[in-house]
C-alpha cells in the first residue's frame, strides 16, 4: 500500500516545479538589433529603443532592458525600410530606386530572429495594380503605395498575433549588411540622402539637422552579428514590403530553451535550471519514500 505522505508530496512537487516554469529570476537582458533602415523596439509592451538613423549608414544598436522573470515575454519590432511616396529611394537622381528591408536580432537570454517570429505588412508599395498602370523607376507618377496601419497595441503582451504570417528568412547575400558606419570623434558616420544620394555628415537626420546619436547605436551589424546563428528575417517582397512589424512570443522557460536550441544552443536562465534541480529533488525524494516503503 502506497504511504499517504507519499501520495501528497509527488503532486506537490510537480505543482512546484510547473509553477517555477512561469517564473523565473529577474535579470537585465542585452542585445543588439540591425534592421534596414530603422527600428523602434519594445519589450513586454514597453518601449524600450528607437533607433536615431532613419537610412544610412546602416547601424546596429546595443540594447539593454529588465525582465521580471514573470512569462510570457514578448519580443516586438518595427522595422521600416526607408521609401518615398511612390515606394522609391533617391527620387532626386536621374537613377531611383527600391530599398530592400531586412531585420536581424540576438539577445542574451538565447532570443534570435528565427522564422517562428510573426511578421505583418503595414505598408508595402509601389503596389503591383501600379506597376500595372506604367509605376517604374521613370514613371514614379504613377506609382502607389499601399498603407494599412499598424495594428493598435501591437507590441501589447496581451495582443494576438496568432493571424499574423511567420516571418521570410533571407540569407546574407540575399539581405546584405549594408553600408558600414564608424564613431569619429564622437560622432557616427556618415549620413547620407535617401532623396539625392549625397553624403550628410555625420550625427545628422536626412535633412541634415543635428541628431544625438551615441556609440552604441553606430556599431557595425556584421561584426555583432555576422558570426551569431540569428536569421535575417522580413517579409515576403523584400523590395516593395517597406514596414513590417516583427512579434515574438515566449510563453515560459521551456519554450526559452527549445528557441535556443533551434537556432544553434541552449541557455537555461536562472529559473529554469532551478526548475530542474526541482524536478530532479523530487524523483529522489519519491524514491526513498518507495525504498522506505519496502523496507
Same mark, same amino acid.
Given at each position: 500500500?502506497?504511504?499517504?505522505a507519499?501520495?501528497?508530496?509527488?503532486?506537490?512537487?510537480?505543482?512546484?516545479f510547473?509553477?517555477?516554469?512561469s517564473?523565473?529570476a529577474?535579470e537585465?537582458?542585452?542585445?543588439?538589433i540591425?534592421?534596414?533602415?530603422?527600428?523602434?523596439?519594445?519589450?513586454?509592451g514597453v518601449?524600450v529603443k528607437?533607433? +536615431?538613423?532613419s537610412f544610412?549608414?546602416?547601424?546596429a544598436v546595443?540594447?539593454?532592458?529588465?525582465?521580471?522573470?514573470?512569462?510570457?515575454?514578448?519580443?516586438a519590432?518595427?522595422?521600416q525600410?526607408f521609401a518615398?511616396?511612390?515606394?522609391?529611394e533617391y527620387t532626386e537622381t536621374?537613377?531611383?530606386?527600391?530599398g530592400?528591408?531586412?531585420l536581424?536580432?540576438?539577445?542574451?537570454?538565447?532570443?534570435?530572429?528565427?522564422?517562428?517570429w510573426?511578421a505583418?505588412v503595414s505598408k508595402?508599395?509601389?503596389?503591383?495594380?501600379?506597376?500595372?498602370?506604367?509605376c517604374?523607376a521613370t514613371?514614379l507618377?504613377?506609382?502607389?503605395?499601399s498603407?494599412?496601419?499598424?495594428?493598435?497595441d501591437?507590441?501589447a503582451?496581451t495582443?494576438d498575433?496568432s493571424g499574423?504570417?511567420?516571418?521570410?528568412?533571407?540569407?546574407?547575400?540575399?539581405?546584405?549588411?549594408g553600408r558600414t558606419?564608424?564613431?569619429?570623434?564622437?560622432?557616427?558616420?556618415?549620413?547620407?540622402?535617401p532623396l539625392?544620394r549625397?553624403?550628410l555628415?555625420c550625427?545628422?537626420d536626412?535633412s541634415?539637422q543635428?541628431i544625438?546619436?551615441?556609440e552604441d547605436e553606430c556599431?557595425?551589424p556584421?561584426?555583432?552579428?555576422?558570426?551569431?546563428?540569428?536569421?535575417?528575417?522580413?517579409? +515576403?517582397?523584400?523590395?516593395?514590403?517597406?514596414?513590417?512589424?516583427?512579434r515574438?512570443?515566449?510563453?515560459d522557460?521551456?519554450a526559452?530553451?527549445d528557441m535556443?536550441?533551434?537556432?544553434?544552443?541552449v541557455?537555461?536562465g536562472?529559473?529554469?535550471?532551478l526548475?530542474?534541480a526541482?524536478?530532479?529533488l523530487?524523483?529522489?525524494?519519491t524514491?526513498l519514500?518507495g525504498?522506505?516503503?519496502r523496507h
Open positions: 500500500m502506497m504511504n499517504p507519499r501520495k501528497l508530496l509527488s503532486p506537490l512537487l510537480v505543482l512546484l510547473s509553477s517555477l516554469l517564473f523565473a529577474a537585465t537582458i542585452t542585445g543588439t540591425y534592421c534596414d533602415n530603422q527600428f523602434t523596439f519594445y519589450f513586454n518601449l528607437q533607433d +536615431p538613423i544610412t549608414p546602416h547601424n546595443k540594447v539593454s532592458f529588465d525582465w521580471d522573470g514573470t512569462w510570457p515575454k514578448v519580443y519590432i518595427a522595422c525600410d518615398t511616396s511612390s515606394g522609391y536621374s537613377n531611383p530606386q527600391l530592400d528591408g531586412a536581424i536580432a540576438s539577445f542574451s537570454d538565447g532570443t534570435k530572429t528565427t522564422t517562428s510573426k505583418f508595402s508599395g509601389p503596389t503591383p495594380a501600379s506597376v500595372s498602370a506604367g517604374s514613371s507618377d504613377k506609382c502607389a503605395v498603407d494599412v496601419g499598424d495594428p493598435a501591437w507590441y503582451k495582443f498575433a499574423w504570417s511567420a516571418a521570410t528568412s533571407y540569407t546574407e547575400q540575399q539581405a546584405g549588411w558606419p564608424s564613431w569619429k570623434n564622437g560622432e557616427c558616420c556618415t549620413m547620407t540622402s539625392t549625397n553624403d555628415g550625427s545628422v536626412s541634415g543635428g544625438a546619436v551615441t556599431q557595425d556584421k561584426s555583432l552579428l555576422g558570426s551569431s546563428d540569428a536569421t535575417f528575417l522580413w517579409a +515576403p517582397e523584400l523590395k516593395t514590403d517597406n514596414r513590417v512589424l516583427f515574438m512570443d515566449i510563453s522557460a521551456a526559452q530553451s535556443a536550441a533551434s537556432s544553434g544552443g541557455r537555461f536562472a529559473g529554469w535550471a526548475a530542474l526541482c524536478a530532479a523530487a524523483c529522489v525524494v524514491s519514500a525504498l522506505r516503503e
